[in-house]
């Protein structure tokens, strides 16, 4: 009998580790080889048994692997010959020229120049922007609501569900915004999302053409700006005062296809849109035949009076698509939120929306459906906005007196944070370096305007903090921690 001839390619770089599925490792290793040419086809391999003794491996894990190999035509046999690698085409390998070309389409060009930052890892600390009180958070009621529902769903909600959502949240939804917000609404209109970036994403997929212009707060949500940038908008930062967006600042624009605002609560200088302005935005709208999307991400935290009616309450010509969340009262990891839509449009967005996902998870929904129905969720609003104003309170009352080259401390009627201004980027930056130093998170308003803006770079500067994520308790040590950072300034 012939001897088997040796592998010709040096193996001595495979190396497996015990205790992580060996044959699934040798598996990979041998493909990998395949693949990039260093075993190529024709090649003859060793026999098992003489592969199972250079690899220190069991004669089984080689043909378990081997097995894989030979299933997804990777290797063959011959008869009486042994195993050899597969001819394969040439042009079905992958290669770094071919990686790098796909690399450069213009969709993944502009995906390259607008995507969102890393999330902050770890559970949240003072000072950081966006997240509400997650300790506050009812789990043993969410717990329980959840086990009643999984013990014996329906069958009727364990198939295909609505691409617009659980009708009976959607029913909800309307039912809370037109008791809670002044803002009536049939739930047919209702689209129920992954949060409120889905909902924003989505606007921009079906109401923005290639090369459109879009206004934004300037500065603003950035996110935002993306989600209109990748799908083809040209951006237009639009100047935010006193009052919000500034809309003669907006007319003066030329023709915009759509405008994005949050007048409840401007992010993240926290201004409101005053009611004038608002008539103005609508007037807008309406003469030139444009869309108005409304961000309410955190319209429940009002603390002087009852919350404020969404600009799409006033709305009489159908031209304000509302995007609210759930995320800011419960917490950002529940992904859940909804978008309210013109009549006409509902179903053109449900259809678009089950191209990206069919629908949304549907345990999420009906317990979002019970918390609301059984009161819970009115409460915990109430118990939100209450802590909120407490924390509001406690960074209002610490915060100190005089920061050199940092503007007073703002009154803040509403929202999850404050915005202070700052007289140059340098010191922002140096105040945010050493608040770092001291375990404190302070996010730079410089970081908010869009990269072409013609404001000078010292009149972006600022600082934004968000205070309701933790504790009275751990807002006073990090104030504490501030001071004692900023004396070294």
């Given at each position: ?56 491996i ?15 035509g990777?290797?063959?046999g ?57 300790d ?76 459109d212009?879009?206004?934004v ?27 919000g ?6 007319e ?14 401007q ?22 035949d ?70 949304s ?26 802590a ?102």
């Amino acid at each position: 009998m012939a001897s088997i001839v040796p592998l010709p390619v040096d193996l001595s770089g495979l190396r497996l580790e015990p205790g992580r599925g060996l044959a699934r490792q040798l598996y990979q290793a041998l493909r990998e080889r395949i693949l990039d040419g260093r075993l190529p086809g024709g090649t003859r391999l060793p026999a098992g048994r003489q592969l199972a003794e250079r690899l220190g491996i069991s004669r089984n894990t080689v043909l378990r692997a081997l097995d894989q190999l030979y299933a997804e035509g990777y290797v063959a046999g011959r008869i009486g010959d042994g195993t050899y690698v597969a001819e394969l085409a040439t042009a079905s390998l992958p290669s770094p020229a071919a990686q790098t070309q796909s690399a450069s389409s213009p969709a993944l060009q502009l995906l390259d120049q607008h995507h969102l930052p890393a999330p902050l890892d770890g559970a949240p600390r003072a000072f950081r922007v966006g997240v509400p009180a997650f300790d506050l958070f009812p789990f043993e009621t969410w717990a329980r609501l959840s086990a009643r529902f999984w013990r014996k769903p329906s069958a009727a909600r364990l198939g295909y569900g609505e691409p617009a959502g659980d009708v009976q949240l959607r029913e909800l939804i309307a039912a809370y915004l037109r008791n809670s917000r002044g803002l009536h609404c049939d739930p047919a209109q209702v689209l129920v999302t992954c949060g409120a970036q889905q909902a924003i994403s989505l606007c921009a997929q079906l109401l923005i053409r290639p090369g459109d212009q879009v206004a934004v707060e300037n500065p603003g949500y950035r996110a935002a700006g993306h989600a209109f940038a990748v799908a083809g908008a040209r951006l237009r930062g639009i100047a935010v005062d006193g009052d919000g967006l500034d809309t003669a600042e907006l007319e003066r624009a030329g023709a915009c296809r759509l405008v994005y605002v949050t007048p409840s609560h401007q992010y993240p200088t926290g201004v409101t849109l005053s009611l004038a302005r608002r008539l103005e935005l609508l007037d807008w709208a309406e003469r030139h035949d444009g869309w108005i999307i409304e961000d309410d991400y955190d319209g429940e935290y009002r603390y002087s009076g009852t919350p404020l009616a969404p600009l799409a309450a006033l709305d009489r010509q159908q031209r304000v698509l509302y995007v609210g969340t759930f995320c800011k009262i419960a917490f950002p990891a529940l992904r859940l939120g909804y978008l309210v839509l013109p009549a006409g449009m509902a179903e053109a967005f449900a259809r678009r929306r089950a191209l990206d996902m069919r629908h949304s998870e549907i345990g999420t929904q009906a317990v979002m459906a019970e918390f609301i129905a059984a009161g819970h969720f009115q409460r915990h609003i109430r118990r939100m906005r209450s802590a909120a104003r407490h924390r509001r309170d406690a960074l209002l009352a610490g915060w100190p007196r005089q920061v050199p080259g940092c503007q007073a401390i703002p009154a803040v009627h509403a929202g999850l944070h404050l915005c202070i201004r700052c007289d140059s980027l340098a010191r922002e930056q140096a105040l945010i370096a050493a608040a770092a130093q001291g375990g404190v998170e302070l996010t730079a308003l410089s970081g908010y305007w869009l990269p072409d803006s013609a404001i000078p770079a010292d009149r972006r500067a600022g600082l934004v903090l968000g205070f309701a994520a933790v504790p009275e308790a751990d807002i006073d040590q990090a104030l504490q921690a501030l001071r004692s950072a900023w004396t070294l300034q």
